[in-house]
Nanobody, 125 residues
Framework: QVHLVESGGGSVQAGGSLNLSCAVA????????MGWFRQAPGKEREFVAG????????YYADSVKGRFTISRDKARSTVELQMNSLNHEDTAVYYC??????????????????WGQGTQVTVSS
C-alpha cells in the first residue's frame, strides 16, 4: 500500500510560481511511476507530468511543457512539481498519484493505483 500526501498549494498571481510536494510512504518505490494530475471545476482530471522513480523517465503535458518541472528526491521520498509562469488556466486541484510502472510514464488517470487527497492551486489574473 502506497500513501501519498500533497502539500504546497495556495493562491498566486498570474506569472507567479508554486512548488508542490508529494510525500510518498509505503511500497517499493523503485517499481513506481509517479504522476501529477489536476482537475478544474467541471472538467475531467488531466495528466500534468510524470516521472519513473528508478529511471527518471519524464513526460509533460503540452500545456505545461517549459513551465513545470517534475523531480523526485530519493532521500526524502518526495516528488516535486515546480510550477512557473502560472496562468489562470492552471487553477485546479492538483493530485499526486502512483502506479507500478518502473519504465513507462503512464498518462491516464485510470492507469494509476494510488492517489493523494489533492491540493488546491488558484491563480488570479
Amino acid at each position: 500500500q502506497v500513501h501519498l500526501v500533497e502539500s504546497g498549494g495556495g493562491s498566486v498571481q498570474a506569472g507567479g510560481s508554486l512548488n508542490l510536494s508529494c510525500a510518498v510512504a509505503g511500497g517499493d518505490l523503485y517499481k513506481y511511476c509517479m504522476g501529477w494530475f489536476r482537475q478544474a471545476p467541471g472538467k475531467e482530471r488531466e495528466f500534468v507530468a510524470g516521472i519513473t522513480w528508478i529511471t527518471e523517465n519524464i513526460y509533460y503535458a503540452d500545456s505545461v511543457k517549459g513551465r513545470f518541472t517534475i523531480s523526485r528526491d530519493k532521500a526524502r521520498s518526495t516528488v516535486e512539481l515546480q510550477m512557473n509562469s502560472l496562468n489562470h488556466e492552471d487553477t485546479a486541484v492538483y493530485y499526486c498519484a502512483a502506479v507500478s510502472s518502473p519504465l513507462v510514464v503512464r498518462r491516464t488517470p485510470a492507469s494509476y493505483e494510488y492517489w493523494g487527497q489533492g491540493t488546491q492551486v488558484t491563480v488570479s489574473s
